[in-house]
T-cell receptor
Framework: GENVEQHPSTLSVQEGDSAVIKCTYSDSASNYFPWYKQELGKRPQLIIDIRSNVGEKKDQRIAVTLNKTAKHFSLHITETQPEDSAVYFCAASTPRDDKIIFGKGTRLHILP | KAGVTQTPRYLIKTRGQQVTLSCSPISGHRSVSWYQQTPGQGLQFLFEYFSETQRNKGNFPGRFSGRQFSNSRSEMNVSTLELGDSALYLC??????????????FGQGTRLTVV
């Protein structure tokens, strides 16, 4: 079955700098890659997603890139702010069904 | 549109007991997935139900089971509870049509503590 690896597990960046989180997946049939943000004590919420027919997607300070050949995808956050501090999860899903497999998460700390 | 609702929010159970958790998906959504969240292990997939049928299953022992009703509400059951079952259990609902249209919306979770 699908396996998603996520790195790093913890990331600390200075406020205003950029943060990058990387993920790899194993099932070449996967075609949907969402990213979720979970703030302390809250539910995970979708922040951006990308489908396999595009290589990059941007939404203000957040961007995702996808390399289907290498089976890896990344989340880029620019001009980080204190409210970006949270746990971020990458995930992958195949067109067969709605099974979404998550990485183990990255705890992002934004330092003042 | 009401979001995903999970009940109860908190539970404390004793080893050996069983527990039932409930999830009401977003109206119109037919797929409900369950995840176990523990520190360091992220969101581990338990199972997914679609139209009252278990469509996918993760790598959890048979003590973990679930079902889905005709109104798409889902329950999961854990029997013979162990200390290691202490976790946040999250359910997520989605349209269920597959094909890449799989945005999932999470409930707030049920925090289970086994003592």
């Amino acid at each position: 079955g699908e396996n998603v690896e996520q790195h790093p597990s913890t990331l600390s960046v200075q406020e205003g700098d950029s943060a990058v989180i990387k993920c790899t997946y194993s099932d070449s049939a996967s075609n949907y890659f969402p990213w979720y943000k979970q703030e302390l004590g809250k539910r995970p919420q979708l922040i951006i997603d990308i489908r396999s027919n595009v290589g990059e997607k941007k939404d203000q300070r957040i961007a995702v890139t996808l390399n289907k050949t290498a089976k890896h995808f990344s989340l880029h956050i620019t001009e980080t702010q204190p409210e970006d501090s949270a746990v971020y999860f990458c995930a992958a899903s195949t067109p067969r069904d709605d099974k979404i497999i998550f990485g183990k998460g990255t705890r992002l700390h934004i330092l003042p | 549109k009401a979001g995903v609702t999970q009940t109860p929010r908190y539970l404390i159970k004793t080893r050996g007991q069983q527990v039932t958790l409930s999830c009401s998906p977003i109206s119109g959504h037919r797929s409900v997935s369950w995840y176990q969240q523990t520190p360091g292990q992220g969101l581990q997939f338990l199972f997914e139900y679609f139209s009252e049928t278990q469509r996918n299953k993760g790598n959890f022992p048979g003590r973990f089971s679930g079902r889905q009703f005709s109104n798409s509400r889902s329950e999961m059951n854990v029997s013979t509870l162990e200390l290691g079952d202490s976790a946040l259990y999250l359910c997520a609902s989605s349209a269920g049509t597959g094909g890449g249209n799989t945005e999932a919306f999470f409930g707030q979770g049920t925090r289970l503590t086994v003592v």
